[in-house]
């Protein structure tokens, strides 16, 4: 299997990924960088079918011709992190690993510890210790929680991402391997004759709308226009299109935190599958949307509220999960009436009802009760029993002293 490193163009094969890396990007050798040549499409998912509505209410409301919602949130672990990680454990435990590792403020590390628990395998979440998701990923058994004190996620990631621990399979965004796992969305929209002009999402990492668009390369399909979505001075990717760059970060938000962190998982100063997403978006003739307030999604659940075929189904995402919809709101200029949109809904509201609540506090009971009715398995508390175990680090460590302390004590 061969692949093109986004940054310098060179042709690289799997098994010199990493020493590609260090040689000739070691300043980013925690990103995302190669797309692959060809691949082998990999297997169907082994659970969870994902639902795609159509909502001629919010078409209308819109005013586009189609709008077709998929909700990730139905996702095992109720989010979109699923098609990452359980192809990361499929691929750990072939490999025979018994433990995995991943950098997460919440979703993906309960993704992966979800997936794990299922194997029979260990799971490492390296997190700030500001993380709200702690307690919870602590009251798994297969979890050790490694928290940075007085970190922010970049802190977190930078410090971990690309840490090798004997034994332990990198579940990270910098795993060139995982990509090809999200061709069952591409699959699942053919199958079902679902050609939509454009796909929204928010972009965190930018993995998903990546993965996405590889498999409508490598499967020889109809490819639509990716719009990648973030918030507000905290969306580097918008700023690393607009210069033609492949990479960008910012040093600080680049807006008042208090104005948009109800999308916690989505505001950063990097994006980690940054490359990946840029290519992606030049391949579609995509482009980002930035620019959401949290104003804007609790906008985007009003008009949610608009379809009650939707809420009637606990189609109900998360802040984070709701920013495509915010998008098409906030830019509804862009889009013309003849235009075929699928958003995304990337994560269940059932896991932030908090979030819910703080933005749309009218309509916040009747969103939790139909929330409790769909997927009542996903309803995040924490018990107070720490069946796992976190270590909690100064922020000064460094990688050889992780290490250590990880290899002696896990």
């Not at 699923?82 to 309960?110: I, P, Q, W």
């Not at 918008?238 to 935190?257: C, G, R, T, V």
């Not at 599958?273 to 579609?284: F, G, N, R, V, W």
């Not at 862009?334 to 979030?355: A, H, I």
Request: net charge negative.
């Amino acid at each position: 299997m061969q692949f093109v490193c986004l940054l310098c163009n060179r042709l690289v094969s799997y098994t010199f990924i990493e020493v590609h890396k260090q040689v000739y990007h070691p300043e980013f050798s925690g990103y995302g960088m190669m797309w692959p040549n060809s691949y082998n499409v990999p297997q169907s998912r082994n659970l969870m079918k994902i639902p795609i509505y159509e909502s001629e209410i919010l078409a209308e409301t819109l005013n586009v011709e189609k709008v077709w919602i998929r909700d990730e949130g139905q996702n095992l672990s109720g989010s979109m992190k699923d098609y990452s990680t359980e192809r990361a454990v499929k691929l750990a435990k072939e490999a025979g690993y018994r433990k995995v590792m991943v950098v997460s403020c919440g979703n993906h590390a309960f993704s992966l510890a979800r997936y794990a628990a299922l194997e029979g395998l260990d799971a490492i979440c390296f997190t700030p210790s500001s993380s709200s998701k702690i307690p919870h990923l602590a009251a798994m058994e297969n979890v050790t929680v490694v928290a940075l004190n007085d970190a922010i996620f970049e802190d977190v990631y930078r410090l971990s991402a690309d840490l090798v621990l004997d034994g332990v399979y990198n579940a990270n965004v910098s795993n060139e391997e995982l990509l090809p796992g999200f061709s069952p969305i591409v699959e699942d929209l053919s199958t079902n004759d679902i050609q939509p002009d454009y796909i929204l999402a928010g972009a965190g990492n930018g993995s998903y709308l990546a993965g996405i668009i590889l498999a409508y390369q490598e499967l020889g399909r109809f490819m639509p226009k990716i719009l990648p979505v973030g918030m507000s001075g905290a969306f580097p990717v918008s700023q690393a299109f607009a210069n033609d760059l492949m990479i960008h970060e910012h040093n600080d938000f680049l807006e008042e935190e208090a104005l948009i962190d109800a999308a916690e998982g989505s505001i950063a100063v990097a994006s980690y599958s940054m490359p990946q997403l840029i290519h992606a978006m030049k391949l579609s003739d995509g482009q980002p949307l930035g620019g959401l307030l949290n104003d804007n999604l609790a906008e985007a659940y009003r008009c949610l509220n608009l379809d009650q075929n939707l809420i009637s189904r606990g189609v109900i995402p998360e802040p984070t999960g709701i920013m495509g919809l915010a998008s098409v709101m906030k830019d509804n200029d862009f889009f013309k009436p003849e235009d075929k949109v699928m958003v995304s809904f990337t994560g269940n509201g059932m896991k932030d009802l908090d979030g819910i609540r703080r933005l749309a506090p009218n309509l916040a009971d009747g969103f939790e009760e139909k929330l409790c009715q769909s997927r009542p398995d996903l309803k995040v508390e924490a018990s107070g029993v720490v069946l796992g175990k976190v270590i909690y680090i100064a922020k000064e460590t460094t990688k050889e002293e992780l290490k250590r302390v990880l290899e002696g004590g896990t």
